[in-house]
């Protein structure tokens, strides 16, 4: 992603020839739904997140000053409209009780024991990142699975790097409690 390329675009836009919008779209729409997925955990929200962000983007595009780059700026547009969001509704997630102790037996006979205990460990990281609050999931998923350094995310989220580095251990030490008690739930079963 070349950062010169958005900049362009943006004045294309900036210009008149809001055609050009698409390209930044286009460019950037994967990493926002993603994001915005993680925060809202469900689908629907998400795509409806994504595409109000980059509405607002569009809108506020001659706010842009370029401080830090358009993807940046985007991402904190999506990761506020997400939280947003979250805090506006009730969050109804599995209780440790719901999830499935058999939770891989939908793969099949032909999935190796180290496929079906990798499908296992993701599906209960999964189930830990939905008990976690919306905010703590949007931190998780920059610095995790967007690989930003916390500067960035402090950039994208308005909260200090320290905050950043202390509500990250939290949600990690929340995520291994979670997945602690559905493992020992699990030991259990008949």
Excluded at 76 to 99: C, D, G, M, Q, W
Aim: hydrophobic residues 40%; contains cysteine.
């Amino acid at each position: 992603m070349d950062p010169e390329d958005d900049i362009y675009y943006i004045g294309q836009v900036l210009e008149g020839k809001i055609n050009a919008f698409a390209y930044l779209v286009d460019k950037h729409k994967d990493k926002a739904f993603n994001l915005a997925f993680r925060i809202c955990g469900n689908r629907e929200e998400a795509e409806e997140v994504a595409q109000d962000a980059f509405l607002k983007a569009y809108r506020s595009l001659k706010d842009f000053r370029q401080k830090s780059s358009f993807a940046t700026w985007l991402f904190r547009i999506v990761y506020n409209t997400a939280i947003s969001l979250v805090r506006t509704r009730k969050n109804r997630v599995l209780s440790v009780e719901e999830f499935p102790a058999d939770a891989v037996d939908f793969l099949g006979l032909n999935v190796s024991d180290e496929d079906a205990a990798d499908d296992y460990r993701n599906s209960l990281i999964n189930f830990a990142l939905q008990k976690i609050s919306g905010e703590e999931r949007g931190l998780i998923t920059l610095y995790y699975y967007d690989d930003l350094d916390t500067e960035e995310i402090s950039k994208i989220t308005g909260i200090s790097r320290s905050n950043i580095k202390v509500r990250l251990f939290r949600a990690r030490q929340k995520m291994a409690g979670i997945i602690r008690k559905v493992e020992m739930k699990n030991v259990f079963l008949p």
